[in-house]
């Protein structure tokens, strides 16, 4: 061979190397950008147990360009398709829409922060999240500071996230501006009628609701309220020296009783009256989150449903699955508020749940530094209160549902469909042509132990209450507008999740 030819080998190799570099750039945007474990747009997901809304079938899901374009059965498809993920007997459904977390950002991205809580959520089938407008500082209360938390979220999520507002004193009153926080985009608003915890969100009354439900009205968007009203005579009891001993859950419990709840409740109802077909704030919808007491407060929102009234109610997986007899001395990381209550309350729950009185679940995780929570103290009373629970509610729910022969449809109802709707998310919470290719796959008869060893993504996992429990339903895989974020311990290099605005 001449020299002329060993000369060109070095330039044919580079040539051949820049014409594979382009062909693997072009083969998928997804892939080049780091956004997904897949290396392909247009694919198709297998399973012999697909939950759509018309039942569970076994087939396949053809997803291209980040939507779901068809979906065909088993006899349909028989293996003919190229780029097919087949699962076999594993569970596919609708990616879970959780209305209520926490992530802190900006301002307290110690407790949590975008980057890991939405790492957490897809590990834990999460495809969308609506975050919290308190815990980050500043609050989110205006369009200033709702644009603080989009720069935050923007290049930081994993999954899709959206955010509420705050109603507070400070805007309740101003139609300007709740009008412009609509605007800007948020799903919605939230408010307190007791003290939050956060100087810069302060409570509530049926006042400043009723202002903000006929500002809501106009948008047909949701007011979420924590609905617990402070009584003077309990109140006293949560100092250090008052009512028991302060290391003791039941010291806690007795400082916010189900009347709190009840209380609350029975005052919206004054106002939601408002909501109904004809009336001044028709289109506005309210919202009662993390219900806890399954007694009156449940029977008085029952019966505001049958008077026409537009309410829904939430409660959350620690409350279906711990009672307040089994919360050791000390151990601060199952406080929260309203509190977890005794197993009978926690019976009539999950028959709430079952017979649909209970709309949907959320997770309300509510996270901190490890030490505000107190964990060698102890102190119940000085502790601070919320539940860390994103990456496991999906199996939570699912494992101590078993006992009351929870099915897949109802996981999609509570989880996906009727979230989806409170949060405007009209393109998902559900397996259909048109819809977001938001796909989580699991293994529901798969045992797992969370412990130490097994991976963990919230930023603070030693405060969970979860740790230590043993759960049925390993996520496998989770896929946020048809790329794949999380598989089986590992997420996509980029985060390219969608920050949703209301429109």
């Known amino acids: ?125 999460i495809t969308t999240l609506i975050d919290m407008p308190l815990n980050n500082f500043p609050s989110t209360v205006s369009t200033e500071t709702l644009k603080l938390k989009i720069e935050a979220a923007e290049k930081s999520i994993y999954v899709d996230v959206g955010f509420w507002g705050g109603l507070v004193p400070e805007n309740a009153f101003n139609a300007t501006a709740l009008e412009a926080l609509l605007d800007a985009g948020v799903h919605g608003l939230k408010s307190f009628m007791c003290p939050s915890g956060i100087n810069d969100f302060p409570m509530t009354d049926a006042r400043h609701i009723k202002a903000g439900l006929s500002v809501l009205a106009k948008y047909k968007r949701p007011l979420l309220v924590h609905s617990e009203i402070q009584s003077v005579v309990e109140s006293h009891l949560e100092t250090e020296d008052g009512g028991g001993d302060p290391r003791s859950y039941s010291t806690y419990l007795k400082t916010r009783p189900p009347s709190w709840e009840e209380a609350a409740v029975r005052e919206l109802l004054t106002v939601t009256k408002d909501t109904r077909s004809g009336g001044p704030a028709e289109g506005a919808h309210l919202h009662v989150v993390h219900l806890s007491d399954a007694s009156s407060s449940l029977d008085l929102i029952k019966e505001a449903k049958r008077r026409g009234d537009s309410i829904t109610v939430e409660t959350c997986p620690h409350y279906l699955a711990f009672s307040a007899e089994e919360i050791p001395d000390g151990d601060t990381r199952f406080k929260c508020a309203p509190p977890i209550r005794d197993a009978a309350n926690k019976e009539k729950l999950w028959n709430a749940l079952m017979e649909g009185d209970i709309d949907m679940l959320s997770s309300d995780h509510s996270p901190t530094v490890p030490e505000l929570k107190l964990l060698n103290d102890g102190n119940f009373l000085k502790a601070w209160g919320g539940i860390s629970s994103i990456q496991f509610v999906l199996p939570v729910t699912w494992s101590y549902g078993q006992k009351y022969g929870i099915t897949l449809e109802q996981l999609v109802s509570w989880w996906s469909e009727r979230p989806a709707k409170l949060a405007g998310q009209h393109s ?32 603070n996992p030693s405060i969970s209450a979860y740790i230590g429990k043993r759960l049925s339903g390993k996520v496998l895989a989770t896929f946020v507008r048809g790329n794949l974020v999380y598989k089986e311990g590992n997420h996509a290099f980029a985060a390219c999740g969608s920050t949703i605005l209301a429109t």
């Open 428 to 459: 998902k919470g559900a397996i259909a042509i048109g819809n977001h290719a938001d796909v989580v796959v699991w293994e529901p008869e798969v045992e797992f132990d969370l412990n130490e060893d097994h991976p963990m993504f919230v930023k």
């Open 1 to 125: 061979m001449d020299l002329l030819h060993w000369k060109l080998f070095p330039l044919l190799a580079l040539l051949a190397s820049f014409l594979f570099f382009f062909y693997i750039q072009d083969s998928s945007k997804s892939s080049q950008s780091g956004c997904s474990l897949f290396p392909h747009s247009h694919y198709w997901i297998a399973s012999k147990r697909i939950v759509t809304p018309q039942g569970i079938i076994s087939g396949a899901v053809e997803i291209k360009g980040g939507s779901i374009v068809s979906i065909v059965k088993n006899k349909d498809w028989s293996g003919k398709f190229k780029q097919v993920v087949d699962y076999g007997n594993a569970v596919v459904m609708p990616g879970l829409i959780d209305v209520h977390a926490h992530l802190d950002d900006p301002g307290r991205a110690e407790w949590e922060g975008f980057p890991s809580g939405t790492k957490a959520a897809a590990a834990g089938g």
